[in-house]
């Protein structure tokens, strides 16, 4: 399933560990408001610190969120949760992690012109016509 909205809240990571094989496991939790007349807020939870950081999710931002839906039996009670497992910025704000570039040489240093020096050999590469846009470059 998939659905649109602003995430107006992360709430704290919980960390537990499994009874059955103790491995730690941590999942966060999002809330999303929906568009429309009537607004409605759903609380997402994703498991796994890793995966979470790769949905990169701010609060403010409008995502679509792609989820499943589970409900689950305890003590004859019934539990019902939104798992989400993709979640895309539609707005642009969702940062991407940085690349790591190598560094580059540093250009070689130019010989020191004058302003007026830098004017007239960008105007003789541009076909020896006057600059009309008002810029000295």
């Known amino acids: ?3 649109q909205g602003k995430v107006i809240k992360i709430l704290d990571a919980l960390r537990f560990t499994s ?7 941590i999942k966060n ?8 007349q009537y607004p409605k807020k759903i609380a997402f939870s994703v498991m796994g610190e890793d995966k979470f950081k790769q949905m990169n999710i701010v609060v403010g931002g409008n995502y679509n969120v792609s989820f499943d839906v589970e409900s689950r039996e305890w003590q004859q ?7 989400a497992w993709k979640a895309v910025c539609l707005d642009g ?3 991407q992690a940085p690349v790591q570039q190598p ?3 540093a250009p070689a240093a130019k010989p020191a012109t004058t302003q007026s020096a830098q004017h007239q050999q960008k105007t003789q590469e541009s076909g020896g016509g006057e600059n009309t ?3 000295p470059f």
Request: proline letters at 3%; zero cysteines; a negative charge.
């Open 103 to 105: 560094p580059t040489a």
């Open 1 to 3: 399933m998939e659905i």
């Open 93 to 95: 704000q969702q940062q």
């Open 29 to 36: 939790t999002f809330i999303l408001e929906t568009q429309g």
């Open 19 to 25: 009874s059955k094989n103790g491995n730690e496991y």
């Open 77 to 83: 009670k019934w539990f019902t949760e939104a798992s």
């Open 133 to 135: 846009d008002g810029l």
